[in-house]
């Protein structure tokens, strides 16, 4: 994330608002650090060939994951397309001693939305972003301990000093060896709204289904971040997902030190993930 991407920014209307999913600047903050040792072995990364269109493109990182299982990487949805051909995705892992990454194919890709469908469960929120991938097979060989699946809801979880993962995504490296990881404080969602309101006069929701965050000095979620684990010590509570609001609102430029961090919450989606972890 030190070094600008090519990764096209995408931006969602959320809840009345623009929001930037990806955005190619380097992640910014005073407490942003290099993993020491293995700090994070459940972090992987995810790859696609062809991904500016040409098949015959090497893979290139996309977007973050977390294992939650020997065989499931917990991610967002919004790092695939709807007709996302399996063949071209592969999941970079590491061994437990850093000296070994290995590729494993995808087996089946499910977001919530098709999960929710296929349970008969009505959709609170039009933009579920988060998905489970399968991988081909279980990643045993490698030692690797998946991370815990935090239990806590998103109230228990307010004033609490979370730790933001993600690879560090450069243009000359195609499989990142490098983890950065911060310090953010997780906000209400009133005061998340009140945060952006005060800072641009935009006017935002929040519900249940995500997670606020900000920092002191700023740290600001960027290319390489999506996907990526928000962590209470070694459970994941929220994934990656963006920032809020956009660089620009109505031709104004937004500084970072006015954005907050907002990720997809564990503790909601809890079902979906212990669900489809189960079958496999």
């Given at each position: 994330m030190f070094h600008v991407s090519p990764i096209p920014t995408i931006l969602l209307l959320i809840l009345g608002i623009l929001?930037?999913?990806?955005?190619?600047?380097?992640?910014?903050?005073?407490?942003?650090?290099?993993?020491?040792?293995?700090?994070?072995?459940?972090?992987?990364?995810?790859?696609?060939?062809?991904?500016?269109?040409d098949p015959d493109d090497e893979s290139y990182v996309v977007c973050a994951g977390t294992?939650?299982?020997?065989?499931h990487v917990l991610t967002v949805a919004h790092c695939f397309t709807e007709d996302q051909e399996k063949s071209l995705i592969k999941v970079s892992v590491r061994s437990m001693n850093l000296q070994k990454y290995d590729q494993f194919s995808i087996h089946e890709i499910i977001t919530y939305t098709d999960w929710a469908a296929q349970h008969n469960r009505v959709l609170e929120n039009d933009d579920n972003d988060i998905a489970i991938l399968t991988l081909d097979r279980r990643v045993e060989e490698l030692h690797v301990r998946p991370a815990t699946i935090s239990r806590l809801k998103n109230e228990d979880l307010e004033g609490?000093?979370?730790?933001?993962?993600?690879?560090?995504?450069?243009?000359?490296?195609?499989?990142?060896?490098?983890?950065?990881?911060?310090?953010?404080?997780?906000?209400?969602?009133?005061?998340?709204?009140?945060?952006?309101?005060?800072?641009?006069?935009?006017?935002?929701?929040?519900?249940?289904?995500r997670l606020c965050t900000s920092a002191r000095?700023?740290?600001?979620?960027?290319c390489g971040?999506?996907?990526?684990?928000?962590?209470?010590?070694?459970?994941?509570?929220?994934?990656?997902?963006?920032?809020?609001?956009?660089?620009?609102?109505?031709?104004?430029?937004?500084?970072?030190?006015?954005?907050?961090?907002?990720?997809?919450s564990v503790y909601y989606y809890r079902d979906f993930i212990h669900d489809v972890i189960k079958r496999w």
């Open positions: 929001y930037d999913d990806i955005e190619a600047e380097p992640i910014i903050g005073s407490n942003v650090k290099q993993e020491r040792g293995n700090q994070f072995p459940y972090l992987v990364s995810i790859l696609i060939n062809g991904f500016f269109e294992l939650v299982s020997d065989r609490k000093k979370v730790t933001i993962v993600s690879w560090a995504v450069s243009e000359s490296v195609l499989v990142p060896k490098v983890i950065e990881f911060g310090s953010a404080y997780v906000l209400s969602a009133s005061t998340c709204v009140k945060e952006v309101k005060s800072r641009t006069e935009t006017e935002f929701l929040m519900d249940n289904t000095p700023y740290l600001i979620m960027t971040d999506s996907g990526g684990p928000m962590l209470l010590k070694d459970m994941i509570v929220g994934i990656n997902k963006g920032i809020c609001p956009s660089d620009h609102v109505d031709s104004e430029v937004i500084p970072k030190a006015h954005k907050v961090n907002i990720h997809m």
